[in-house]
T-cell receptor, first 115, second 113 residues
């Protein structure tokens, strides 16, 4: 099956710094990738849709200047949490679809802890 | 927008028993209903899905039923095993935009040996 790789798996940073998370589709091209945030014991909350070659589409309430998304190629999307604060601490997960197949493949997630 | 409600939030069963998790959705336009299993600290993994033109789908010990009229769908796990213990999420979307699914709040299933 399709594989989505996400790095890093865990990151601890100081308040005010920026953190970049990578999401790669390893064996297929993904024109669209998705970024979610998940709090402990809660569901996945869609943050934004990453579109290859164009601007990301953000969900209501998600600050686009805070969470920068770049989808520079058909296999890579990055999420940069800028000027991170403790309230940004969360589990971030990406997903990708393989063509028009509606099945979603998720990355392994990134646990971000901001001190 | 779509609203998905999932019940129960926690479920504990004895090994070998069956487990049933139910979800309801609000948007009649939704036509794709996947179920994901997520172990602690791991990625969600698709375990079964169903489209609106099908009423039931089965894959070994796992089955999903869909009632379009009532707008609800259920996950059935038979002969549960300890390794089935995880959080299960249902979702609803208008295919092929599964990435924009609305997810249920999850059910923590514990299978006691």
């Amino acid at each position: 099956g399709a594989v989505v790789s996400q790095h890093p798996s865990r990151v601890i940073c100081k308040s005010g710094t920026s953190v970049k998370i990578e999401c790669r589709s390893l064996d297929f091209q993904a024109t669209t990738m998705f970024w979610y945030r998940q709090f402990p014991k809660q569901s996945l909350m869609l943050m934004a849709t990453s579109n290859e070659g164009s601007k990301a589409t953000y969900e209501q309430g998600v600050e686009k200047d805070k969470f920068l998304i770049n989808h520079a190629s058909l296999t890579l999307s990055t999420l940069t949490v800028t000027s991170a604060h403790p309230e940004d601490s969360s589990f971030y997960i990406c997903s990708a679809q393989q063509g028009d197949n509606e099945k979603l493949f998720f990355g392994s997630g990134t646990q971000l802890s901001v001190l | 927008g779509e609203n998905v409600e999932q019940h129960p939030s926690t479920l504990s069963v004895q090994e070998g028993d069956s487990a049933v998790i139910k979800c309801t959705y609000s948007d009649s336009a939704s036509n794709y209903f996947p179920w994901y299993k997520q172990e602690l600290g791991k990625r969600p993994q698709l375990i079964i899905d169903i489209r609106s033109n099908v009423g039931e789908k089965k894959d070994q010990r796992i089955a999903v039923t869909l009632n379009k009229t009532a707008k609800h769908f259920s996950l059935h796990i038979t002969e549960t095993q300890p390794e089935d213990s995880a959080v299960y999420f249902c979702a609803a979307s208008y295919a092929p935009n599964a990435g924009k699914s609305t997810f249920g709040d999850g059910t923590t299933l514990t299978v006691k040996p």
